[in-house]
Nanobody, 120 residues
Framework: QVQLVESGGGLVQPGGSLRLSCAAS????????MGWYRQDPGNRRELVAD???????NYGDSVKSRFTISRDNAKNTVYLQMNSLKPEDTAVYYC??????????????WGQGTQVTVSS
């Protein structure tokens, strides 16, 4: 079966940096889409960044110029480099993959979530 495993969250001071990773495994034929979403303490979920199969990136307005999404297709992995972190970035971060699964077609998968806390 397909599994997505996230890592890299933690506690950081304002202005600090973290890098999140999300790796997929299983019977993957191709990767159509990779994205990062976050859910804040008020349970509001929003797009942080995503990248298409063609390598086109998109960012939420609140993270532009601070965060960078990248990928390593050979490892089925997406990264989110977060710089100049602010307290309002505190949230649970989830990765999302749209995958073509061998014998099953195209399906969406979510990671388990990783906590990012930005605080003095």
């Amino acid at each position: 079966q397909v599994q997505l495993v996230e890592s890299g969250g933690g506690l950081v001071q304002p202005g600090g940096s973290l890098r999140l990773s999300c790796a997929a495994s299983g019977s993957i034929y191709s990767i159509r889409y990779m994205g990062w979403y976050r859910q804040d303490p008020g349970n509001r979920r929003e797009l942080v960044a995503d990248i298409t199969s063609g390598g086109i990136t998109n960012y939420g307005d609140s993270v532009k110029s601070r965060f960078t999404i990248s990928r390593d297709n050979a490892k089925n992995t997406v990264y989110l480099q977060m710089n100049s972190l602010k307290p309002e970035d505190t949230a649970v971060y989830y990765c999302n993959f749209r995958l073509r699964i061998i014998g099953q077609g195209v399906l969406d998968y979510w990671g388990q979530g990783t906590q990012v806390t930005v605080s003095s």
